[in-house]
């Protein structure tokens, strides 16, 4: 943040991507995104009832107007475990987003209890319940499997009605919880912040059909049938769209900050003088870091908004695409707010010494008064 008074402070904040790696699983063959979309039940499975409205075609028809939207990304392809009124096993909905090597699987629900005076939303990752209500709702998402042949095969035994079966349960996918519950947040933040409903919170339980999938995953309860007014929302073409809108803000929040940080303020008590700032760094190179992603990407403007020029830095295992080459920082601010207004809403500046290092703004600063 640079400010302009009789005598200038800068007070910089640092913005760090934390990018956590995919395994062999990630999406790898395509530069683009992709999500697997999961409309919850199908079939002869109807999912939960409330007040006679049928689970199974709410979150078909949610499903369908997230993946439309999404599909209007150029940067993004979206695949269905189902697009019509068909029963899909929950290890070949899993299978279906392996087999893509997704970067997403997103399985949407109605929820529904005894009791008609529960609302709003949660929405779940993998993991042991931590609570009786989340271990009921898990039971009845896995009750499904019962309409599958040779269930206790093909699940090694489980039995979605037994307490005693999530006792061991094991969360294979604990190398994807930290971005799954990132996605989660993501989703529950719209929820409240554009749709005013009731944030139940992002909860943990034992969903079969998480964990067969290898990338972050969640099931979303976009929220309850058995209540009247809610039931009646999510009946509603309104009321679908909204909550499709929310859903896909949420993943495209997701997809283009991934995991983004502000970290400690590292120069809120470093000053620089108006003239150190607007001078040329001579050994130092600014650039504005636009994405982050294990997906290698061509750096080429027609992949980022026809932003120009475009570089790849790669740190391990992680590609980092960043805009622009200046040495002067106040053009780096220039080149930001371009990003910025372009979209990249989460842009921020990267500095890089003669060697072509990256270092901090803050050792990037200081050179100047050692120039």
Do not use: W
């Amino acid at each position: 943040m640079l400010r302009s008074n009789s005598s200038l402070l800068l007070l910089l904040f640092c913005l760090a991507f934390t990018v956590f790696s995919n395994s062999s699983y990630s999406q790898s063959s395509s530069d683009k995104f992709v999500v697997v979309l999961d409309a919850g039940h199908g079939g002869e499975d109807p999912g939960n009832r409330g007040n006679g409205y049928y689970e199974k075609d709410i979150a078909l028809k949610i499903v369908l107007k997230v993946g439309k939207e999404l599909e209007k990304y150029e940067d993004l392809k979206v695949m269905y475990t189902r697009t019509t009124d068909v029963f899909i096993p929950l290890d070949k909905r899993a299978k279906i987003a392996n087999d893509a090597k997704a970067d997403l699987f997103v399985s949407i629900h109605c929820n529904g209890v005894a009791n008609s005076a529960p609302s709003g939303t949660e929405t779940f990752v993998l993991g042991l319940h931590r609570n009786e209500d989340n271990l009921e709702i898990a039971m009845k998402e896995n009750s499904v499997i019962k309409f599958e042949d040779d269930y206790e095969v093909k699940y090694d035994g489980f039995d979605p009605t037994s307490p005693e079966s999530y006792i061991g349960f094991t969360i294979m996918q604990e190398e994807f919880l930290d971005q799954s519950v990132l996605l989660a947040n993501f989703v529950q933040n719209q929820f409240q912040g554009s749709l005013n409903l009731k944030n139940r919170g992002v909860k943990q339980a034992g969903f079969l059909v998480l964990r067969e999938t290898y990338m972050p995953s969640v099931l979303i309860e976009t929220g309850f049938l058995t209540n009247k007014t809610e039931g009646a929302f999510l009946n509603s073409k309104k009321g679908q769209q909204k909550l499709s809108n929310a859903i896909v803000d949420g993943i495209n929040n997701y997809k283009n900050i991934i995991n983004i940080k502000a970290i400690e303020a590292e120069l809120s008590e470093y000053r620089v003088s108006s003239q150190d700032v607007m001078e040329d760094f001579s050994s130092v190179s600014f650039k504005v870091q636009l994405a982050a992603s294990s997906r290698k990407i061509e750096p080429s403007p027609q992949n980022f908004k026809e932003l120009s020029p475009i570089t790849r830095h790669q740190e391990n295992d992680l590609f980092k695409y960043l805009f622009g080459d200046t040495n002067n920082y106040v053009n780096a601010q220039t080149l930001k707010d371009k990003a910025k207004a372009e979209g990249y809403t989460s842009a921020f500046i990267v500095a890089f010494d003669s060697f072509g290092k990256k270092i901090s703004i803050k050792e990037a600063l200081k050179t100047r008064s050692s120039d």
